[in-house]
């Protein structure tokens, strides 16, 4: 993964290209695929790099944060 990519779809598609296909989404306690039915607890998946795509007037970068 790089550390960065650009701007949010950017980001996206650059995942998409090293192979990360399946968007989670927060549903409580877990995170869940609605495209492949799948919920994960906590104890189910390592958070290997957090992309923070926060958009202000200047700018719409997205850069890594630790996990």
Request: net charge positive; aromatic share 10%; proline share 1%.
């Amino acid at each position: 993964m790089k550390e960065s990519y650009g701007t949010l779809s950017e980001t996206i598609n650059g995942l998409k290209k090293e192979g990360y296909m399946l968007d989670f989404n927060i549903s409580q306690k877990f995170l869940q695929c609605n495209k492949s039915n799948i919920t994960l607890s906590p104890e189910d998946f390592e958070i290997g790099k957090v992309y923070d795509c926060s958009i202000d007037w200047n700018a719409s970068k997205c850069r890594t944060k630790k996990a």
